[in-house]
């Protein structure tokens, strides 16, 4: 299948000329994409673009088995003509069709306006504007026997806030509803006009423990738009260090479900050596989140092969120390009996909502970045998708640990194979009036951003869509039929991002 | 069998935790540079490369404007409390004015006490600890509740890490709890954003007096990269008072960790000091 005379093609962290996006009616744009969607196409970006007062969509679609993206527009999305008075724009809404695009459409009323005319369930996303996020209406089901049970945003760990409302039946979840927005920073909105002298920073803070991966989608996205490739070595770089992340957040994740069933011995040896992992990216940029790494035009830090010796060593004895701790948690039955069969995402659900990451391969779905649509140093390096049936806390802990092993040999491979040459090029001025996307993999999953530029080559809309983005409705949808008990369990097993949803 | 081997690591492993603070503190990574030093003397006339390369703001030089008339220019005050330690101005600095020096110890009591620059003032006036009626209460047991007011998860991270076998902070007394209502204080990360704010608040009420609350990282402190966005409210300062400023983009937990423990007035000077 190749993309579809609606959209124009185009590859992983390039750029087109705004001119070259195709534009359509708004219902013909709806209508296109849910016939991609619908033909194995996958929604990685909604959003809007303002142009005076009224306001544009954009799609972006991955075609994973093609290893081609795709993007559309629409036009302006007038309000309906004849009318006297100030009326909402609508646009028949994309989410009846494809359930991936229901918080896409939300979001877009939320920050432009536009009514996506038939949304079953339209309500903010994040509030930024006027009440708390969870100053509203819930789903509820009624009955003598149900109840409901809110919690947060103030959790009960160092963790960060979100509101869940549970409809429970006893101790059984029949629904849950997640209002999130706690976090919200204003980052799409700085980036107008930009980019400015605290985007970078910003960028690496958008989830924190994800610095790697949204640095280098913004990399990509300026170079894409500048026209240049960052230096060999500097992809080369950024793949070390976008793995040394994985590492440490999956080793960290598979302490933390250990802990979560009450299985000590793992939960303790994984947290000490999730601070090894980030102690290497520490060795490699002086931070323990790789904050100042990555740049638009290469990276700031080169690994010289001194240092490179050292990491391999310490990198060694981690994956070593991970691989004994790991193997106690497989090894024990009482931690097999909480993790199987619990929070069961089916591929179906994982599939119609769009999910990426470990999450989604965990449920069958073969999709990886990596793998799908290379850029950078992985159009060179690959490493096997690790995928594991059930869609359980089971599966989702068994892709993780796959991942670690898999990292572990890709570090090691790569780590003495360096490509020569410097690690930083000068980042040119961005091209004007121009589209770019990139995607990375990160170890939550894809990691997208879109950035379109104005006539002067500066930012005019700027859109982020975290991972977490897409697969918190399978949390909410994991937890249906389960114990409430098992809440905290469900919810480490996807570890999604508070800040990187609410931005 | 994983019952034997478990034992057996375990034994083979021995003791992970860290020996600080009774032993040296462990050494930061070498590319991390550690707390700023700022020589305002050393300032070459008339430049201010450092004050445009800084990504959140923190440093200024009032008088510049006039220094390009001829006058001479006024002294650079950086503040630490909106550093994120990037180097860009370490980097930049004709005549090596502001340095990095290695050193872990950043934490203060007065939010004054990270800006650098006036003379006296070249680095941060560490913290003391809390006065003998806080510290007889808190000293040996510490509970904080820790508030995420729009963190990004790095910072909450490296509270975390405290509470592994590594750092094993328990042993100091100081624990996390799950409700305010049976906290000491509240460790704070984050700018505070608007949508947290009453949480925040809220939160701070519940804590039973008296009590302590500590701001970790940049964004607390002012907002770190998001200073004068209009959906955060930079720092906690601007919502509950606060007794004790960790700066860092996150802190290093050594970092952390040496704030809690001067606060309390757990720390043998000779044996914190790195030289």
């Known amino acids: ?503 | 069998m994983f019952v034997v081997d478990t034992l057996t690591q375990r034994l083979k492993r021995g003791c992970e935790t860290v020996a600080y603070p009774q032993g040296p503190a462990p050494a930061l990574p070498d590319r991390h540079g550690g707390a700023l030093r700022v020589d305002a003397a050393k300032c070459a006339e008339g430049c201010s490369a450092c004050v445009p390369v800084c990504p959140t703001q923190a440093i200024a030089r009032p008088s510049f404007a006039k220094a390009s008339d001829g006058a001479a220019g006024g002294a650079i005050e950086l503040d630490l409390g909106r550093c994120i330690f990037c180097a860009a101005c370490v980097e930049v600095c004709p005549t090596k004015a502001i340095t990095q020096t290695g050193d872990h110890r950043m934490a203060v009591q007065r939010r004054a006490d990270l800006r650098l620059g006036q003379p006296g003032g070249e680095e941060v006036r560490l913290a003391g600890a809390l006065d003998e009626k806080l510290r007889r209460m808190f000293g040996r047991s510490l509970r904080l509740r820790q508030v995420s007011a729009g963190g990004c998860n790095a910072c909450e991270a490296d509270v975390n890490v405290l509470g592994t076998i590594g750092w094993d902070l328990s042993r100091f007394g100081i624990q996390f709890v799950a409700s305010p209502r049976h906290a000491d204080g509240l460790l704070i990360t984050g700018p505070v954003t608007q949508n947290m704010r009453l949480a925040l608040v809220k939160t701070y009420a519940a804590v039973p007096a008296p009590k302590i609350v500590i701001a970790v990282g940049a964004c607390a402190i002012a907002g770190g990269p998001f200073v004068g966005h209009a959906q955060q409210c930079d720092g906690a300062a601007s919502v509950v008072p606060v007794d004790l400023f960790i700066p860092g983009c996150p802190p290093h937990p050594l970092t952390i960790l040496d704030g809690l423990l001067r606060m309390l007035g757990r720390l043998e000077e000779k044996s914190a000091s790195r030289g």
């Open chain 1, 1 to 503: 299948m190749s993309a579809p005379r609606e959209f124009a093609p185009l590859g992983n962290a390039t750029s087109l000329p705004w001119t070259e996006v195709p534009e359509w009616p708004v219902a013909k744009l709806v209508d296109a994409t849910a016939a991609q969607l619908a033909g194995g196409g996958r929604l990685c970006a909604w959003l809007g673009v303002p142009e005076g007062g009224v306001t544009r969509l954009v799609a972006v679609v991955a075609f994973d088995a093609d290893n081609t993206l795709a993007v559309a527009r629409s036009t302006a999305v007038e309000p309906p003509t004849g009318v006297p008075f100030a009326v909402s724009h609508r646009y028949p809404a994309l989410t009846p069709r494809c359930a991936q695009a229901h918080l896409f459409e939300r979001e877009v009323w939320e920050q432009h306006g536009l009514v996506p005319d038939g949304h079953p369930w339209l309500k903010p996303v994040r509030r930024s504007a006027g009440h708390a996020p969870a100053v509203g209406e819930f789903f509820r089901v009624e009955g003598r026997e149900v109840h409901e049970v809110a919690v947060g945003p103030v959790h009960a760990g160092v963790i960060e806030p979100g509101h869940f409302r549970f409809q429970c039946a006893g101790e059984e979840v029949l629904h849950l509803e997640i209002a999130l927005g706690y976090q919200h920073r204003g980052i799409e909105d700085a980036l107008a006009g930009g980019p400015h002298r605290a985007t970078l920073s910003q960028m690496e803070t958008i989830a924190g423990d994800s610095t790697i991966a949204h640095a280098t989608a913004h990399a990509l996205v300026c170079e894409a738009l500048a026209g240049a490739e960052a230096p060999l070595r500097a992809q080369w770089l950024r793949a070390v260090a976008l793995e040394l992340e994985r590492l440490a957040n999956h080793t960290g994740d598979l302490g933390a479900l250990a802990n979560d069933v009450a299985f000590l011995p793992t939960a303790a040896a994984c947290g000490k050596t999730r601070g090894d992992f980030l102690n290497l990216t520490a060795l490699v940029c002086g931070n323990r989140f790789g904050r100042g790494l990555v740049r638009p035009g290469g990276c700031a830090h080169d690994l010289e092969p001194e240092r490179a010796a050292q990491l391999l060593d310490r990198l060694r004895t981690a994956l070593a120390e991970v691989e004994t701790a790991v193997a106690w948690l497989w090894d024990a039955s009482s931690v097999r009996a909480r993790f199987e069969g619990t929070g069961v995402l089916t591929d179906e659900q994982a599939a119609d909502l769009g999910l990426v990451g470990p999450a989604a391969r965990a449920s069958g779905l073969v999709r990886d970045v990596r793998y799908d649509h290379p850029a950078g140093w992985h159009r060179f390096a690959q490493m096997p998708v690790a995928v594991w049936p059930g869609g359980d806390v089971f599966a989702r802990a068994r892709v993780r640990s796959l991942e670690v092993q898999r990292s572990g040999q890709f570090l090691v491979g790569q780590l003495a194979a360096a490509p020569d040459g410097p690690v930083c090029d000068v980042a040119g001025p961005l091209a004007v009036d121009s589209l770019a996307v990139a995607l990375v993999e990160g170890w939550r999953g894809e990691t997208c951003h879109v950035a379109l530029t104005d006539a002067g080559g500066r930012f005019r809309r700027y859109k982020i869509v975290d991972p977490s983005f897409h697969n918190w409705t399978g949390l909410a949808l994991a937890l249906r039929g389960q114990a409430i008990s098992d809440f905290p369990l469900c919810n480490k097993s996807f570890n999604l991002s508070y800040c990187g949803f609410d931005l």
